[in-house]
């Protein structure tokens, strides 16, 4: 049983689409993470967050604690919005990760 | 400034050979952290360090060893490189916020 699911596992959007990538947990959680990796394989931090709402150009991410349940949305989608979306968790001192949505944004 | 260095970027072993992976940042963060990342799957944590002196293990720990001599510095050891640990290895390293990871070491056990 994964701590965090993720979904869709796979989303394509037509450029200027409205995305949203989904992950729910199943711990207990002191703060999620929403990572972005790159078709190379590179790792970047997007968001930390541990209640409501952050918002960062076109990216916006929530997190319901009581629900256990976290989305990001990308507005606006480009192709280079493309990459695999990874939602992760802190519980203790242990990261959970989920597998990842990967999204291709079409010309 | 150059964030999280991971070192090699790419390694091919034999069974039972011994390597480490380095690792250093820059940032003067307290908290590094080792990931494997196998195809399909998702992140695993191998082993974490709060600061210098302590680490401790994570979800996946066996078969491999850290130490955390100075804060900049986490290496990662293999002792007896199995297949099993053919995978992509991420160091990461925070100071409490956002985490910022290395460009990866691509390991394969052959």
């Known amino acids: 049983k994964n701590e965090v699911e993720q979904s869709p596992q796979n989303l394509t959007a037509q450029e200027g689409e409205f995305i949203t990538i989904n992950c729910s947990y199943s711990v207990g959680i002191s703060a999620l993470h929403w990572l972005q990796q790159h078709p190379g394989g590179g790792i970047v931090s997007l968001f930390m967050l541990s209640s409501g709402k952050k918002k960062h150009g076109r990216l916006i991410a929530t997190i319901n604690i009581q629900e256990k349940h976290s989305s990001l949305h990308i507005t606006a989608s480009h192709p280079r919005d493309s990459a695999v979306y990874i939602c992760?968790?802190?519980?203790?001192?242990?990261?959970?990760f989920g597998t990842g949505t990967s999204l291709t944004v079409i010309p | 400034n150059a964030g999280v260095t991971q070192t090699p970027k790419f390694r091919i072993l034999k069974i039972g050979q011994s390597m480490t992976l380095q690792c250093t940042q820059d940032m003067n963060h307290n908290y590094m952290y080792w990931y494997r990342q196998d195809p399909g799957m998702g992140l695993k944590l191998i082993y974490y360090?709060?600061?210098?002196?302590?680490?401790d293990k994570g979800e996946v720990p066996n078969g491999y060893n850290v130490s955390r001599s100075t804060t900049e510095d986490f290496p990662l050891r293999l002792e007896l490189a199995a297949p099993s640990q053919t995978s992509v290895y991420f160091c990461a390293s925070t100071s409490g916020r956002p985490q910022h990871f290395g460009d990866g070491t691509r390991l394969s056990i052959l």
């Open positions: 360090s709060v600061g210098a002196g302590i680490t």
């Open positions: 992760a968790v802190i519980s203790g001192n242990q990261f959970y």
